[in-house]
């Protein structure tokens, strides 16, 4: 074959004591889960093959077909140093920042050392403060390792939102990605140029979190806790029978709080779930209720005596496909007093999706029980991305500049949404598996999964004018029926279905959106720069510009940040609840700079100097 490169090789990577390699077995941890106390693996074996190949199949320079494949490993960044290893230290140094002066008054520190510059100008109490800090680290090596109070052994618990915890497990390796492409590039004329392209990456070993004792797992259920709880709500209600507590709780149900009183009412779910007939991420924030001070849950996990542990395991899956254009073009003299122009024009077709809505840093498993059970469009996914750009040299020294950027838009996921109240298990849990109780331990207090819809579906399958049918049909099959927590209670004699019920506690129903239910909005920007340049005395240029960012002063929403919630609970914000506009809250700003991509209009004056 004529003019043909190829380019082949291999790269070895070793991310080095990331994933705590030197820290020994925790066997504690065993009482998660067999070998869960094991030390983290080390990966030493990421070698890492690229293939590619490109062909000029005219030798004449103006066609080349490319291809090429490779292996990419991806490093744990800060996943350990922030979210396993302090877990895992049961003494050690630790890093503080003591506040030593506040409103100008000083504070001591535990060593009993006070500072004697509070309230001093910062130019004279700089070297007070260097000699202060030095004397509050040479206290702190001479009282040696300290216990550390979030260490795994004490706390019994690990989760992101339990105690800003994420072990790694043992079996952990290194994320990585198999990237392919084909294309072809091809000049037409003088200056322009065609480049087609299809990607495909299979990203695998990213970390998801997954809860080993499974806490709020319906088949881990606990009879004796669950009888207890109810023969408590029913003597604090002061009466017999569920039957009558249905009717009326003469006392009530749930102990008060300090001066609070209390107005005869029907019994509801939550106070049975507030007395023991709960998730233990419910009703005991993930940890050991024994810990807790809180009665036995009903549903505590394989372990009572332990709390829940999200351990990172190296279990997720990412797929990216995508179509890419775009046209080049670079000329000179293009015009009449124009000497250089140069334009470009991209577009981008393509598919993201992962079993979460963001699979980087630290993700919790939609399904504890199958973590890859939803698979669907990325919170990072646009389908049509479409962008140009280019500068002009104009006469007299002047230089145009243009950018645009057409993104569609973002998808959403849709949940179920949950009431803030104790025994969302029996509401918003549909699957069963511990999460979506609406509970902030379990994962971030966010309710299950709409069923009949995947990850990213509003936006996608499911879209502002047909989001009503989609809510319908759950509320004609799965409203006031019981979740897998209920449907326990039921199989156990505890409940029936028309007592779960009369209680709340069983699927709820989900407000219809309005008929001008507001799409997910495409992002729009168009940047102007325009600049003369002077030149003086051959060695110094002065190049005054001035830029204008969203020229159009176009009016985005949705960012990554900051979208539509897919939390269906009827409310401005919602995507079930915002009619017509969004709301000009929800319109993205200029972020923590001085400029964010599709905020409202900035004008940026700039004067370069060269020499």
Known sequence: ????????????????????????????????????????????????????????PSKKGKTVLRG???????????????????????????????????????SALPSGQAPSFCGQPIGKAAPAIAAFQAQYQAATAAAGPAANPGYIGTVMADGLDVNGEDLLAPNYVSPRSVQMNFGLQHEFGKGTVLEMDYL??????????????????????NLAAAQNAIKTTLTNCGVGTIAQATALCPTSPVPLQLGQTYTPRPATIADFATNGLDSGYSLCGGSPCSLAGAPAAAFPGINPNVGANQMLFPIGRAEYNGLQISVRQNLQNPFKHVRNMNLQVAYS???????VTDNDFVSIATDFNNPLHYIGPNGLDRRHQIS???WLDL??????????????????????????????????????????????????????VLPGTNIG????????????????????????????????????????????????????????????EANMSWLRAFDLSLSWKYRFKERVDFQPGVSF????????????????????????????????????????GLGSGVFSLGSPRVIEFSLRVSF
């Open 457 to 516: 579906a509003f936006g996608r399958s499911v879209k502002a004018g047909n989001i009503n049918d989609v809510i319908q049909n759950y509320n004609q099959n799965f409203a006031g029926q019981p979740t897998p927590a209920g449907q326990t209670l039921i199989n156990n004699g505890l409940f029936t279905l028309a007592q779960l019920q009369a209680l709340g506690g069983v699927q709820q129903a989900v407000p219809l959106a309005p008929p001008n």
């Open 68 to 106: 090429g494949i490779g292996l990419f490993y991806e490093n744990a960044i800060w996943n350990n140093t922030a979210y396993d290893r302090p877990a895992r230290l049961a003494t050690g140094l630790f890093l503080q920042n003591p506040t030593v002066c506040t409103n100008g008054q000083p």
């Open 395 to 448: 006469p007299y020294s002047f230089n145009l500049g243009v950018i645009g950027h057409f993104y569609s838009p973002l998808p959403v996921t849709l949940t179920v949404p949950p009431t803030g109240n104790a025994g969302g298990i029996f509401q918003t849990d549909l699957t069963g598996d511990g999460t979506g109780d609406g509970s902030f331990a379990s994962n971030a207090g966010v309710g299950d």
């Open 200 to 221: 495909r990456n299979i990203e695998t070993h990213t970390l998801l979190a997954v809860d080993t004792n499974h806490v709020g797992d319906v088949r881990f259920f």
């Open 1 to 56: 074959m004529p003019n043909l490169t190829l380019t082949y090789g291999v790269r070895y990577v070793r991310d080095t004591f990331r994933s705590d390699a030197d820290l020994g077995p925790i066997p504690f941890l065993n009482q998660f889960g067999p070998g869960l106390g094991q030390s983290v693996s080390q990966p030493n074996k990421n070698f890492a093959p690229q293939l590619g190949i490109a062909w000029d």
């Open 388 to 390: 140009f750009g280019g």
């Open 349 to 355: 077709l393509s598919k993201y999706v992962a079993p």
């Open 549 to 588: 960012f969203n020229l159009m002063n176009f009016a985005n929403f949705d960012g990554p940040n900051l979208p539509l919630t897919g939390v269906l609970s009827g409310t401005s914000g919602s995507v079930n609840g915002t009619p017509g506009e969004q709301p000009s809250s929800y319109r993205l």
